[in-house]
Nanobody, 121 residues
Framework: QVQLVESGGGLVQTGGSLRLSCAAS????????MGWFRQAPGKEREFVAA????????YYADSVKGRFTISRDNAKNTVYLQMNSLKPEDTAVYYC??????????????WGQGTQVTVSS
């Protein structure tokens, strides 16, 4: 069964921090590069961060570089996103998915319910 369950979102003030988690089914997680995406109201879903399976190389959108950190626990089929120094423009629904590192595009069309992050000014 394909499953992606994101959690950890919430309401924080500018400059605050949140840690998102994504529990993925083995079918999606195992041996796949994983990523986080986000979608703000009225905007298309965009790439945020990715992590390579195995070597744990990480990649970030310019807008979050230096503030966000992606990590993974392969034993738990879970990927994390530590978000620091949050800004109002980070407000969005955050999703995880397997990712093609060559394009930073998601693999397949299945998405979880996402987790809402709201940053107040």
């Amino acid at each position: 069964q394909v499953q992606l369950v994101e959690s950890g979102g919430g309401l924080v003030q500018t400059g605050g921090s949140l840690r998102l988690s994504c529990a993925a089914s083995g079918r999606i997680f195992s041996r796949n590069d994983m990523g986080w995406f986000r979608q703000a109201p009225g905007k298309e879903r965009e790439f945020v961060a990715a992590i390579r399976w195995g070597r744990n190389s990480t990649y970030y959108a310019d807008s979050v570089k230096g503030r966000f950190t992606i990590s993974r626990d392969n034993a738990k089929n879970t990927v994390y996103l530590q978000m620091n120094s949050l800004k109002p423009e980070d407000t969005a629904v955050y999703y995880c998915n397997a990712v093609y590192l060559a394009t930073m595009m998601p693999v397949g069309g299945y998405w979880g319910q996402g987790t809402q992050v709201t940053v107040s000014s």
